[in-house]
């Protein structure tokens, strides 16, 4: 039983979240703005103008893309409010759609600098997007932006769920075949859709203890997919 807890203790250290981590070429650990802070861009390093920036990218003035800015928050940088909920395919669509602004072929014929900057905003782009589209990370992203970590043991859960959790894991050791094993799988899937619309009211509430309780849970879940998926392909290989 120990032994189980160990795998599931490694399990949450290794899907541990770093959401902010360093983009391109900065040295320096970026800030997390917080809710609403406006950004104080600093002047456009082309014209020299403090002008509004199209998409937080570009100079209204002059058209050119600015230097990429780590510490933008990925909410307004993909355009939507900073609330847990939103919608998967306006996200896939508004992702696309910035992508297409910044692509490295559009600025082939520039000047380096702007070259430089397509691949860091194209990158930070790809990563805000990853980030935003899986509930729990995005959940981890939200929790961070409100000063809030999450936490590196087991504290926030109780002795009931660790207990399913392995009686769970014994279930897919036990499994003799694929249909027993997708069964397993399709439960979680179901298990993960409830915990993210729990989520989602948990933010709503400013329930961050409970937000934490939830994440916790979903990443003990997706550790037991983990496993159910390494069974298939082993089964399959066999
Ligand atoms: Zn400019």
């Given at each position: 039983m120990r032994a189980v807890v160990g795998v599931f203790k490694s399990a949450l250290r290794a899907t541990?979240?770093?959401?902010?981590g360093r983009v391109g070429r900065l040295a320096r650990p970026p800030q997390l703005r917080k809710?609403?802070?406006?950004?104080?861009s600093p002047a456009c390093?082309?014209?020299?103008r403090k002008s509004v920036l199209k998409q937080h990218?570009?100079?209204?003035?002059?058209g050119h893309l600015q230097d990429v800015?780590?510490?933008?928050n990925y909410f307004e940088l993909l355009n939507?409010?900073?609330?847990?909920?939103?919608?998967g395919q306006q996200l896939t669509q508004r992702f696309r759609q910035l992508q297409t602004l910044v692509h490295p072929d559009k600025f082939s014929n520039k000047t380096s600098r702007e070259q430089i900057n397509s691949a860091d905003w194209s990158s930070l782009i790809n990563k805000a997007y990853k980030t935003l589209a899986t509930p729990i990370e995005r959940g981890q992203y939200l929790l961070q932006l409100e000063g809030q970590q999450m936490p590196q043991?087991?504290?926030?859960?109780?002795k009931e769920f660790l207990m399913a959790m392995m009686e769970r894991n014994e279930e897919v050791e036990e499994a003799q075949d694929s249909a027993a094993l997708a069964e397993l799988n399709s439960q979680i899937v179901r298990e993960l859709e409830a915990m993210t619309k729990q989520l989602g009211s948990q933010f709503e509430a400013k329930d961050l203890a409970g937000v934490k309780g939830t994440l916790v849970e979903m990443k003990y879940l997706l550790s037991i997919q983990a496993s159910i998926k390494q069974k298939q392909q082993s089964l399959l290989g066999s």
């Open positions: 541990n979240y770093a959401a902010v809710f609403g802070a406006a950004a104080s390093w082309n014209c020299d990218m570009i100079c209204s003035d002059c800015d780590a510490a933008i939507f409010p900073t609330n847990f909920n939103l919608e043991d087991n504290s926030a859960l109780n």
